[in-house]
């Protein structure tokens, strides 16, 4: 019976080491030998200073649950393992590896194509030019799509989705927002469409547009940063913060429900900003941890999964959101403890995983224009590819605070916090009772009383003064 169980469902259980090798296919950790030599099941933790996983894999444990959920949950067409295309997770980290290192390059057919021909050994299968011919994989292609979906759901954290297969069904399979308290589900819009490279459909899903509102040099800029929090949301707005694991849905406004979806998974965030940080450039901070950090992934493996400018912008969108003020970090720490917020959430900074240029990039550059000019022409392009490393590091900070992808978003919130609609139904009944409509209605309203007070008005009048003229007949008759 557990036999069958497990064939049913091969990515059911998942052990330490198989954890350690994701962050490996990942994020390249370079583990120490006592963690690539850990057998399957062993608890015994890492005693390594250096190694990334004594110092980052505690930070990492929600995205290890989440990892846990959208893996355990695969089926295959077929039960044999010749005929799944996802046989255990070491199949599904060998497909993160080639698309992480083929997906600025090969598209998604052809990193499909490669695989599983490269699995089945068939030299046939495994020419690129017939990957649209008749594919004699065992594997049926739609078990080969949804393993290349899970796969990239886990590598860039957005829901996938393919426009060859019935999306109502990837919806329900892998949209990454759980409904097991109620809440409803976002469907995916991100497509890998199987002509494109996964980081030319990622592009295509987030497409930039700067809002000139957001810019330094706009008067009223630093007015709506320091207004957008989440505090003026919940209170002023009346908004509900909800968690998402999928960043597409990140800062979406949610009118029917009055609900703000947050990507609050800032632990994997950095680990790709450490990951695709540049060789030998180092940050500012004098902190050990941070330094830790830097030493740990200056080895970086050459795999992008995000887009280095997303990560850094969606970090400082939190920041934007959460500031360090006591009412948000208190409303931040409940979000942590009674909705299930990642709790790296709670750590503020960013210095260990920005680029900042070391000292001596400027003096070697210095010196290399000298040699230049001096007529060592074989330095010219050297310095020219110094020259544009440096100018897209020191791009990179001003670039995301510009908020390319999130400023729109971010301006429909704080429009929210400016105009806040009724949420409850006291707001609905007043708003429905304050509306432009209604002020002729008041007015005619206001009219009518008058008339009616000026009639009684006079009636009194009237009786006054014939109760005068009666009296006055009195007294005359009595003299």
Not at 151 to 170: I, N, P
Not at 265 to 271: A, F, I, P
Not at 384 to 406: F, G, N
Request: hydrophobic letters at 35%; a neutral charge.
């Amino acid at each position: 019976m557990a036999a069958g169980s497990s064939t049913a469902f091969p990515l059911q259980s998942v052990s330490a080491v198989q954890l350690r090798s994701l962050c490996q296919a990942l994020w390249g950790w370079d583990l120490c030998s006592d963690c690539r030599a850990a057998r399957p099941n062993s608890l015994q933790r890492c005693r390594e200073g250096s190694c990334p996983w004594s110092q980052r894999s505690e930070r990492l444990e929600l995205f290890f649950d989440l990892y846990r959920d959208l893996t355990s949950s695969y089926v295959p067409d077929f039960f044999g393992d010749e005929d799944q295309a996802l046989r255990s997770h070491e199949d599904l980290l060998d497909i993160i590896r080639l698309v992480g290192r083929n997906g600025a390059m090969l598209s998604r057919d052809e990193c499909r194509h490669v695989y599983f021909a490269t699995r089945s050994n068939n030299p046939h299968y495994l020419n690129l030019n017939a990957v649209h011919q008749d594919e004699q994989s065992p594997v049926p292609r739609s078990d080969q799509e949804r393993a290349f979906d899970l796969a990239s759901r886990v590598m860039t954290m957005v829901g996938v989705g393919c426009h060859d297969r019935d999306q109502d069904d990837h919806d329900a399979a892998f949209s990454g927002d759980g409904d097991e308290h109620g809440r409803r589900l976002l469907p995916p819009h991100f497509l890998w469409s199987p002509e494109k490279p996964l980081q030319v459909a990622l592009a295509d899903s987030f497409p930039t547009r700067v809002h000139p509102s957001l810019q330094d040099n706009d008067a009223q800029s630093k007015t709506i940063k320091s207004r957008l929090t989440a505090v003026n949301l919940t209170k002023i707005a009346r908004l509900k913060m909800q968690g998402t694991s999928d960043l597409q849905h990140h800062l979406r406004l949610d009118q029917a429900t009055g609900t703000v979806h947050v990507f609050h998974y800032t632990s994997v965030l950095k680990e790709h900003l450490l990951a695709t940080k540049p060789l030998g450039l180092t940050t500012k901070s004098h902190s050990p941890e941070a330094a830790d950090q830097e030493k740990t992934a200056q080895h970086t493996s050459g795999m992008v999964c995000l887009p280095r400018s997303l990560a850094l912008e969606t970090l400082y969108t939190m920041q934007l959101l959460f500031p360090r003020d006591d009412k948000s970090q208190a409303l931040l720490r409940n979000l942590v403890s009674k909705h299930g917020f990642d709790p790296d959430c709670l750590r503020f900074g960013t210095a260990p995983f920005e680029s900042r240029l070391p000292s001596s990039l400027f003096g070697n550059m210095t010196k290399a224009h000298q040699r230049r000019d001096e007529g060592d022409r074989d330095n010219i392009d050297s310095v020219t590819a110094t020259a544009t490393a440096a100018r897209m590091l020191l791009d990179e900070k001003p670039q995301a605070l510009r908020y390319p992808v999130w400023g729109s978003r971010l301006m429909d919130l704080f429009d929210e916090i400016e105009n806040p609609k009724p949420r409850g139904a006291l707001d609905a009944w007043l708003e429905r009772r304050s509306k432009s409509r209604h002020v002729m209605l008041v007015t005619l309203a206001g009219v009518a009383t008058a008339v009616v007070l000026g009639l009684l008005s006079l009636c009194v009048s009237i009786f006054q003064t014939w109760i005068a003229w009666k009296q006055w007949k009195a007294q005359e008759g009595t003299s």
